[in-house]
């Protein structure tokens, strides 16, 4: 990368465009991207990328929206280039965002040191009730939902499209990271201890009433 790429990379350049009135950003590189996405921009890709500010943002408060995503630009440390009415000294706290928890999971699975790490940090993916995996499921079917309240019934198409991949892509992708991981862990073990294993039998029968222990 040259010098002038990497400093395009740390740069963002935030203005209102003057023909059309709408405030954009430009420059940076994917983390940028985010913090703008996550501060009420759209991403745009027309050739290059570069993002506006949401139309759902009313204009009252698009200075202080702007403002804001100036403040979180600088406080990852990039130079943010700003129409004088968006211009900022000063930053806002970095937080740990769910992307950034996830990410670090992926240098945690990266830097195991062992299969019982791995195959402990594989637990955050493929957990039934909360892992990442199950979790992400239940966020395409409230997306879903959310998007048949607002679009109405006239354009069903990404609702279904995006339950279909919660219930079927989303499930085929845990069910394989399970399978990697008991690969993994019957590879390490002893061959009596490797799976898989039969069910374990039934509980006795108790004609005992109340509560057993």
């Known amino acids: 990368m040259s010098t002038a790429d990497a400093d395009a990379e740390q740069t963002v350049v935030i203005v209102r465009d003057l023909a059309t009135d709408v405030i954009t950003a430009s420059g940076g590189d ?4 985010g913090i703008l996405e996550r501060s009420f921009f759209l991403r745009e890709t027309h050739g290059v990328t570069w993002h506006r500010l949401s139309p759902t943002v009313m204009p009252e408060e698009e200075q202080a929206v702007a403002r804001m995503a100036v403040a979180r630009l600088q406080a990852a440390g990039y130079r943010v280039l700003a129409s004088p009415e968006f211009a900022w000294e000063g930053t806002e706290a970095r937080y740990v965002t769910t992307g950034r928890a ?3 999971l992926a240098d945690r699975i990266r830097e195991a040191a062992s299969v019982d790490d791995l195959t402990f940090e594989l637990a955050e993916l493929t957990a039934t009730h ?3 995996v ?3 499921g239940l966020v395409l079917h409230a997306l879903a ?3 048949d309240r607002f679009s109405g019934p006239a354009d069903p198409r990404w609702g279904t ?3 279909s991949e919660a219930d079927h892509e989303l499930r085929l992708l845990q069910t394989e990271l399970r399978s990697v991981r008991a690969t993994l862990a019957d590879r390490a073990t002893l ?3 490797r799976g898989p294993h039969p069910p374990p039998p039934a509980p006795p029968t108790s004609t005992a009433f109340g509560r057993t222990r």
């Open 30 to 33: 994917g983390l940028a991207h």
């Open 145 to 147: 939902d959310a998007y």
């Open 191 to 193: 061959p009596g201890r």
């Open 102 to 104: 996830i990410e670090n």
């Open 161 to 163: 499209r995006l339950r």
């Open 134 to 136: 199950a979790s992400l």
């Open 130 to 132: 909360d892992g990442i």
